[in-house]
Nanobody, 126 residues
């Protein structure tokens, strides 16, 4: 069983930055990728970024490309999401999730992920 714990959320002004962390613990068979999702009130959960098990491959949704950066510290088993130039529309609960492999739906589909964290709130307000 894999346990994921997000941290680093908070309240920030537009243009500000936050760094989210996703700490993984427990044991699972095989490598796994980590994805970051977010869900704003009244909206569907949105896949925004992912990183491969060894950290060599990453991807971003158009909504965050150029502003967010995903990175992995394999020694600590932590994946980070650096969020810069935050906008009011980035306000959401942010989740990390783990997947052993992606099917045709790809990394943006929440159904591809087997393990989820509890989420951390990010609020961008002027």
């Amino acid at each position: 069983q894999l346990r994921l714990v997000e941290s680093g959320g908070g309240l920030v002004q537009p243009g500000g930055s936050l760094r989210l962390s996703c700490a993984a613990s427990g044991r699972v068979d095989g490598p796994y990728a980590i994805g970051w999702f977010r869900q704003a009130p009244g909206r569907e959960r949105e896949g925004i970024s992912w990183i491969s098990s060894k950290g060599g491959t990453t991807g971003y949704a158009d909504s965050v490309k150029g502003r967010f950066t995903i990175a992995k510290d394999s020694a600590k088993n932590v994946v980070y999401l650096q969020m810069n130039s935050l906008k009011v529309e980035d306000t959401a609960v942010y989740y990390c999730a783990a997947a052993h492999m992606f099917g045709p739906a790809g990394w943006k589909s929440e159904g591809e992920y087997e393990y989820w964290g509890q989420g951390t709130q990010v609020t961008v307000v002027s």
